[in-house]
């Protein structure tokens, strides 16, 4: 039985290629740097934009055409297994990503909600024995059915608490039989509509609760993945609690968790949290704390979470520059938390997106990789913080300066004179580095 009859596996065709269903960049041999681009970049491929979601937006019901959803019930969760497994070796893809749900239909109650889970658990264990493809990282969906309306572990209603509880526990039961490098918590609805209404210190200190509880039974049941928070600064809440990298890793040291989680960064919620893709990866990094990336894009003229597939490389290259700068993304890898347009309906679409996906960052990969080799960025940073090299620059960095000391200094100064720093140089270096990889020069 096949899903995608049309389509053989996905090779390298080079750059020439015309033909649609092969990578022009992505050459997953290819060595850059110290490694493969395959070990670089550690696709992975999102189960619920690929396999689950049916296309309906708030004005239009579901449109795409899925040749597994002749099926319902627990035949489609086990009919999409199969599409899953045959769509990942067709793309010659490392990894995937699920929710609970993506993977299984919820029962009556818990009871046989797990049960339900159990089976395609079984059925995916089954798979992997003989797939290359691992598993990157599993969540909880605490956050589609109504009883998570006032959140999960935030939630008013210590009942949604303890069932939140109870999920996140199976979830990582999941992720160590199927040997997750990461687990994720994306908070969904932890966060609030209105604070009239709400009890801010209570809810944070129960996530902290939650988080403690869930770093304890990982130990218990020795599940040895990487925790990941997945920050976000609104929708579906008004105001999201993990809002940025910045706010979460604030919150995580203020309840001493921060030693057990990082981050995994998404483009599209960096951009409605204000930021640049970059910024986030770039304040993950310099703290130690870039886990994971959730690759995709928003789009700046609709400004909310479209999840579009990555195909802006100026954004893909300053993205791996990130990357490589934290000497790879150890456990993480590059999720396609993106979704076909609601017009790109056919299931070839599935395999052209991933494509476009694969080769822009493929392409961002060697482009950094040649701006960090020619160390192109690091010199102009280097020029441009120079004065703290040397005299008073260098008594701050050391510590041998205080005001009087610098008052002292500053009224023998005659006049400031500050160098230009070359913005549109630099910008105008990257696009002939760009045009250089994508020309082959
Ligand atoms: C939604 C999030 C979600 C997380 C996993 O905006 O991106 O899909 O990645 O729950
Ligand atoms: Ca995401
Ligand atoms: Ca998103």
Known sequence: MSYFENVTKITYEGPKSTNPLSFKFYNPEEVVGNKTMEEHLRFAVAYW???????????????????????????????????????????????????????????????????????????????????????????????????????????????????????????????????????????????????????????????????????DYAQEIGFDGQ????????????????????????????????????????????????????????????????????????????????????????????????ILKNDGLGKGGLNFDAKVRRTSFEPIDLFYAHIAGMDSFAIGLKTAQKLLDDKVLDQFIEKRYESYTHGIGLDIINGDADFKKLEAYALQLTEVTNPSNHLELIKSTINQYLLNIVHDR
């Open 227 to 322: 925790f990941l928070i997945e920050p976000k600064p609104k929708e579906p809440t008004k105001h999201q609690y993990d809002f940025d990298v910045a706010t979460a890793l604030s919150f995580l040291k203020t309840y001493d968790l921060d030693p057990y989680f990082k981050f995994n960064i998404e483009a599209n919620h960096a951009t409605l949290a204000g930021h640049t893709f970059e910024h986030e990866l770039r304040v993950a990094r310099i703290h130690g704390k870039l886990g994971s990336v959730d690759a995709n894009q928003g789009d700046p003229l609709l400004g909310w979470d479209t999840d579009e597939f990555p195909t802006d490389l100026y954004a893909t290259t300053l993205a791996m520059y990130e």
């Open 49 to 215: 934009h690929t396999f689950t979601m049916d296309g309906s937006d708030p004005f239009g019901a579901g449109n795409m055409i899925r040749p597994w959803d002749r099926f319902s019930g627990m035949d489609l969760a086990k009919a999409r297994v199969e599409a899953a497994f045959e769509f990942f070796e067709k793309l010659n893809v490392p990894f995937f990503c699920f929710h609970d749900v993506d993977i299984a239909p919820e029962g009556d109650n818990l009871r046989e909600t797990f049960k339900n889970l159990d089976t395609i658990v079984d059925m995916i264990e089954d798979y992997m024995k003989t797939s290359k493809t691992k598993l990157l990282w599993n969540t909880a969906n605490m956050f589609t059915h109504p009883r998570f309306v006032h959140g999960a572990a935030t939630s008013s209603n210590a009942d949604v608490f303890a069932y939140s509880a109870a999920k996140v526990k199976k979830g990582l039961e999941i992720a160590k039989r199927l040997g997750a490098q990461n687990y994720v918590f994306w908070g969904g609805r932890e966060g609030y509509e209105s604070l009239l209404n709400t009890d801010l210190k209570l809810e944070w200190d129960n996530l902290a609760r939650f988080y403690r509880m869930a770093i």
